[in-house]
């Protein structure tokens, strides 16, 4: 009985230092600037993350606008003439696409896109990992 309620704890403990993730497979393309306005933050330049690494995303991962503020991690998995670069990025939702049809599955900034990607005008296949915060911080307790 006392090594079931320790392993408990320790797995409590460790599910709140462990976020969860959901990974999917979609394509990814590259948009340059100008960036603003976006439809999550309009005008405010303080909703680009640090080393300009965001995404602009289709209507399918825009869930009316529920997608403001989520973070992927992202992996090139293919490409015309092998454009992957080992390595993830990760990346935060700022914008809808502005395109339609969108061209892609998520669009990246030319900065996040370079991280995985050697060839910036490809389109490539990718691994998308949505990063969900844990969901019992130690502030909450």
């Known amino acids: 009985m006392v090594s ?9 403990l460790l599910g709140n230092e462990i976020g969860s993730v ?5 394509t990814a ?5 100008p960036y603003l306005p976006t439809k999550c933050n309009g005008n ?22 529920a997608a403001c503020g989520r973070r992927y991690r992202l ?18 939702v700022v914008d809808l696409c502005r395109k339609s049809p969108c061209p892609s599955t998520i669009l990246l900034s030319s900065d996040a896109f370079s991280a995985v990607s050697s060839s910036p005008t490809s389109k490539i296949n990718d691994m998308m990992e949505q990063m969900l915060p ?8």
């Not at 320790?6 to 409590?12: A, E, F, N, P, R």
């Not at 844990?134 to 307790?141: F, G, L, M, P, Y």
């Open 44 to 65: 405010r330049e303080d909703q680009f993350p640090p080393g300009n690494l965001f995404v602009s995303v289709s209507e399918g991962l825009w869930d009316n606008g």
């Open 29 to 33: 393309t590259s948009y340059e600037p």
């Open 75 to 92: 992996r090139c998995l293919s490409g015309n003439n092998k454009p992957c670069k080992d390595g993830t990025v990760d990346v935060k």
């Open 134 to 141: 844990n969901c019992i911080k130690q502030s909450d307790r």
């Open 22 to 26: 959901l990974g999917d497979i979609g």
């Open 4 to 12: 079931i309620t320790i392993t408990v704890i320790v797995l409590s």
